[in-house]
Nanobody
Framework: QVQLVESGGGVVEPGGSLRLSCTGFGFTFKDYFMKWYRQAPGKERELIAWVGNFGVATKHVDSVKGRFTISRDNVKKMVFLQMNSLKPEDTAAYYC??????????WGQGTQVSVSS
């Protein structure tokens, strides 16, 4: 059974840091691009970062560039999102996903991140 299980969300003050983790089960992890999406209340889900199969190629959208870093460990079948200098506008449900460059094949269940003083 395919599963993506996220962890690491929580409540943090502005300027703080969190590290999200996602572990893949039931599929050949190294064969997939791994992505992080987020969905804020009342907004559409948006792609914020992806990492290629071998962890060399990465992309971060402008709103998180320089603050968030995506990485992966194919041995542990995990993908990470290090989030620094968090802002209230980063408050959202964060989802990891597995797919290729243009599509998503599998979704995680999501983890909530709240940035508030």
């Amino acid at each position: 059974q395919v599963q993506l299980v996220e962890s690491g969300g929580g409540v943090v003050e502005p300027g703080g840091s969190l590290r999200l983790s996602c572990t893949g089960f039931g599929f050949t992890f190294k064969d997939y691009f791994m992505k992080w999406y987020r969905q804020a209340p009342g907004k559409e889900r948006e792609l914020i970062a992806w990492v290629g199969n071998f962890g060399v190629a990465t992309k971060h959208v402008d709103s998180v560039k320089g603050r968030f870093t995506i990485s992966r460990d194919n041995v542990k079948k995990m993908v990470f999102l290090q989030m620094n200098s968090l802002k209230p506008e980063d408050t959202a449900a964060y989802y990891c996903a597995a797919g290729n460059f243009t599509s998503v094949h599998y979704w995680g269940q999501g983890t909530q991140v709240s940035v508030s003083s």
